[in-house]
């Protein structure tokens, strides 16, 4: 079974996407791209060059539903005479902006996140909108954890590996302990915890950070031989990877925890601590990290946790 990678150039600062074809009926492309003509033209190319066209895919299955993974699903199942679109049901980002729900700008004010820098968010992911094609439920089909992605000469297991969005997922062949993480592994960076309210009560906050520990724990069982990820080089060495991630996971917590000042501070205003480059939309990602640590912190009494009127200060305990 064929795993042909296909990087995708993208407007974004995280760089090329990797996207992968699994040369095997049915013919299934593994993430997008952006909505672009660069990523499209690339996307092509790249199918051409191992002998298929856009119109051979039968399936497109999605890793989670950021833009630079989701962005051309709709069309290229449109020109694919309706292929199959594969998502989590976790997954809400194909359906619309990220900051468009009433529970996301809560979150934020929650987090300590000022009225103007909502608003200021909130244009630049109407911005970032421009790269991806919603799709309604209905369009998608749903992965299953534990279900299988059938192949002629083969399966591949479907892993819900939640972290970095609710409904991120990663695939195993086990046969040769080959997996596609999508951004759940990348080589050379760690994935950002992105905040998101909860799946099953979106008046609760999704515990990222805990949730991706659970994710890389559970792939490390596969004793993976291979890990494709959505950006970079793919990973021969998971252990030390995982190692790695480990380490960075605790050096950051504990960075964050170090910033409460005595009288204590939300989340926001320790990400400016942490991050006081940060701009657009790094800005999000920077309050985003700083309350996935609060929260594995919390979670672990490192921190507490009071309410401020609608914020949430933290204290050292």
């Known amino acids: 079974m064929r795993i042909l990678p296909i990087s995708l150039p993208t407007p974004f600062y995280i760089g090329p996407v990797n996207v992968y074809l ?13 909505k672009t003509r660069a990523a499209a033209e690339a996307l092509r190319a790249g199918l051409r060059k191992v002998g298929f066209l856009v119109s051979d ?14 962005g051309l699903a709709r069309s290229l199942r449109d020109e694919a005479k309706n292929a199959e679109v594969l ?15 009433e529970e996301h ?21 109407e911005g970032m909108r421009l790269y991806a094609d919603s799709l309604a439920d209905d369009e998608c089909s749903p992965l299953w954890d ?35 993480a999508g951004d759940c592994v990348l080589k050379r960076i760690t994935p950002n915890p992105i905040l998101s309210p909860d799946p099953i009560d979106a008046n609760k906050r999704f515990r ?24 970079g080089d793919p990973v021969s060495d998971y252990d030390e990877l995982f190692n790695r991630y480990l380490r960075a996971i605790d050096a950051r917590q504990k960075a964050v925890i170090n910033r409460i000042p005595k009288p204590g501070a939300t989340a926001w205003e320790l990400s400016r601590g942490l991050f006081p480059d940060a701009d657009d939309v790094h800005r999000f990602l920077a309050v985003s990290e700083a309350v996935a640590h609060l929260d594995l912190a919390e979670s672990e009494g490192k921190v507490k946790m009071e ?8 204290r050292r305990r």
């Open 146 to 180: 534990d279900a299988e992605l059938e192949f002629a000469s083969g399966s591949w297991r479907i892993l819900h590996t939640p972290g970095h969005t609710p409904g991120s997922c990663s695939f195993v062949r086990e046969a040769d302990r080959t997996i596609i």
């Open 22 to 34: 699994i040369a095997e009926e049915p013919l299934t492309l593994i993430d997008t791209g952006p």
């Open 105 to 125: 700008r809560t979150l934020l004010l929650r987090a300590g996140v000022p009225d103007e820098e909502i608003e200021s968010m909130r244009r630049l992911y």
């Open 87 to 101: 998502v989590h049901t976790w997954e809400t980002g194909h359906r619309g902006g990220r900051l468009e729900y």
């Open 57 to 70: 895919l039968r399936r497109i299955v999605l890793t989670h539903a950021h833009e630079d993974h989701c």
């Open 208 to 231: 990222s950070l805990a949730e991706y520990l659970v994710s890389l724990a559970r792939l490390r069982t596969f004793a993976p031989t291979m890990v494709y990820g959505g950006h």
């Open 307 to 314: 309410l401020n009127g609608v914020k949430e200060v933290y």
